[in-house]
Nanobody, 113 residues
């Protein structure tokens, strides 16, 4: 499974950004796709994920971020609104297939106050 991510960038607090990710390769049996982020000096944490069609969010982004996925195309989109400086970090697309996690290259999101 290969994951290609698009989006990210820099924005002021309160702004919006969109991330997208597409899986390719052996994509059948992928049962979840989503996004994690890693802030400087911190561990990589879940942001949002679609599991068998159901979206799940970290508490810190509920109400601000929306994740949507196309299960047939194995793509996932993360719309990030009302961004805060604490949302800054490297965002990684993730897919899980038969218990194995696959990761895309990270994309930087920077939110300035």
């Amino acid at each position: 499974v290969q994951l290609q991510a698009f989006g990210g960038g820099s924005v002021q607090a309160g702004g919006s950004l969109r991330l997208s990710c597409a899986a390719s390769g052996i994509i059948f049996s992928i049962n979840s796709m989503g996004w994690y982020r890693q802030a400087p000096g911190k561990q990589r944490d879940l942001v949002a994920v679609v599991i068998s069609g159901t979206p799940n969010y970290a508490d810190s982004v509920k109400g601000r971020f929306t994740i949507s996925g196309d299960n047939a195309k194995k793509t996932v989109l993360l719309q990030m609104n009302s961004l805060k400086p604490e949302d800054t970090g490297v965002y990684y697309c993730n897919a899980r297939r038969r218990g194995v996690h696959y990761w895309g290259k990270g994309t930087q999101v920077t939110v300035s106050s």
